[in-house]
């Protein structure tokens, strides 16, 4: 086990002994792991997992999914370590700020040849009603050097009909890696057309509980800048596709299964 994630399990495991806490864990299937517009597993399915302590103020977690890079990349799991302040003020506006690191245990340096990498990212929130805005910060994204951004906004909404939600995200991935990226590409293809290797992602989903599962319907897409990011098949996938989970939290509640 990596020091790093010894450190924060240790933490998690600690953390739960502090009065007034509350530890949580979710487990969720998913037709594919999808990470800002990207498949993370080909598009394939992916078996996820996360355990999370929150106090009133702080929360600390780790969460964990299989992955697939392609052939060159040895190693298929991620784990992420993340930690931050959030709360909610008197008026309703909620905030939350804190930092995420993502981890590829028994993988080698072949990930950099998927666009992937070990790296941390900070974040800042805010929300108000139905909706969230975030931006993400990375000093060294995917570990080649360069800093990145990512803004997002979601919604969430709940439908008239059939005790369904409606769920919709829109994400911006820029900076000065995404710039380096579309360089490499024009040195290793002198017919490349594309203007610009930044990118948008979005998606729209549909989604109901039943008893102790949730369950989400999404449709994914990304808008993309020349042929750097058109990607139908294999690692880092970004075509449109409809995409299924099924998630549950423990611990259980009592009301939930009579719903």
């Known amino acids: 086990m990596k020091p790093a994630i010894a450190c924060a399990a240790g933490a998690l495991l600690l953390a739960t002994n502090v009065a007034g806490a509350e530890v949580s864990a979710t487990v969720t299937a998913t037709t594919d792991y999808d990470f800002r517009g990207m498949s993370q597993t080909e598009g394939d399915p992916a078996l996820q997992a996360s355990l999370d302590w929150a106090g009133d103020l702080f929360y600390i977690g780790t969460w964990a999914s299989n992955v697939d890079f392609g052939d060159e990349v040895d190693g298929n799991l991620e784990v992420d370590l993340y ?5 909610e003020t008197g008026a309703g506006l909620r905030w939350d700020i804190g930092a995420t690191a993502y ?3 028994g993988s ?4 950099a040849k998927s666009k992937i990498g070990e790296y941390m990212e900070a974040f800042a929130g805010i929300g ?3 909706v969230d805005l975030k931006y993400w910060y990375s000093p060294d994204l995917y570990n080649i050097g360069e800093t990145a951004s ?3 906004a979601n919604a969430a909404f709940d439908l008239p009909w059939w005790e369904l939600g409606l769920n919709l995200h829109g ?8 710039d380096t990226f579309e360089d490499e590409a024009r040195a290793e293809d002198p017919e490349y057309t594309g203007d610009d290797a930044t990118y948008y992602d979005w998606s729209v989903g549909l989604a109901r509980s039943f008893g ?3 369950v989400e319907l999404k449709y994914v897409d990304t808008i993309t800048d020349g042929s750097y990011w058109d990607i139908d098949s294999g690692a880092n996938r970004n075509d449109e596709r409809v995409i299924l989970s099924i ?4 611990p259980w509640s009592d009301d939930e299964e009579g719903e």
């Open 83 to 87: 930690g931050g302040f959030a709360g």
């Open 103 to 105: 981890l590829y245990p």
């Open 108 to 111: 080698d340096d072949n990930l």
């Open 128 to 130: 108000y009603g139905p």
């Open 150 to 152: 990512y803004v997002e």
């Open 171 to 178: 994400g911006y991935s820029f900076g000065d890696a995404w």
């Open 212 to 214: 102790r599962f949730d």
């Open 247 to 250: 998630a549950t939290t423990f």
